[in-house]
């Protein structure tokens, strides 16, 4: 061995306070302390988010202001129009959102009292209740059908023997024996 190592391991077996990380323990301690938010990563990690947030609120105040720009160079009748629009949009998308918690609603009782998972409504739903009735029925069909399909696989094999009445006979003597 080299001079370096041989004293390392004479300093350690002299000094039993020293304090060597090669255990297990050791470098999980190190992690943890690695691993706890000291207040400067706190800090930097709020300021990092106030930052993002800051650029999300200038962006979309920017984008306020040219609508309302565009909206103030419109006519009374235009400005109207815009803004009927912009309701019938945003009702329309709260109606179909409705419609698609209803119908994940109705999928998931489907489901339930098929026996199936509940899970599944997400695969199934659509905004058009009747299309959602459809595929759930459909799948609950192919569920059903799969799974007995895989038990009867299962179940496969071959039928027991029959048992002769001389055999029987033989199985009596037996018991009888004792």
Do not use: C, W, Y
């Not at 109207?80 to 119908?103: G, P, S």
């Amino acid at each position: 061995m080299s001079t370096k190592t041989d004293t390392k391991v004479e300093e350690v077996i002299q000094d039993p306070n020293t304090q060597e990380s090669d255990t297990p323990e050791d470098s999980k301690k190190e992690e943890k302390k690695e691993d706890l938010l000291t207040p400067e990563k706190v800090n930097k990690i709020v300021q990092d988010r106030l930052a993002k947030e800051q650029k999300k609120f200038e962006e979309r105040l920017v984008e306020e202001k040219k609508e309302a720009e565009r909206l103030a160079q419109l006519s009374e009748q235009e400005k109207q129009k815009e803004l009927e629009a912009k309701r019938n949009k945003e009702v329309t998308e709260r109606e179909k959102t409705l419609a698609v918690r209803e119908n994940t609603l109705t999928a998931r009782e489907k489901l339930r009292d098929a026996g199936v998972s509940e899970d599944m409504a997400e695969f199934l739903v659509t905004p058009n209740s009747d299309e959602t009735t459809e595929k759930v029925e459909q799948f609950i069909e192919k569920h059903n059908s799969s799974v007995s399909n895989a038990v009867q696989n299962k179940l496969k094999g071959t039928p027991p023997k029959e048992v002769s009445s001389s055999s029987q006979q033989s199985d009596r003597e037996v018991i009888t024996a004792f």
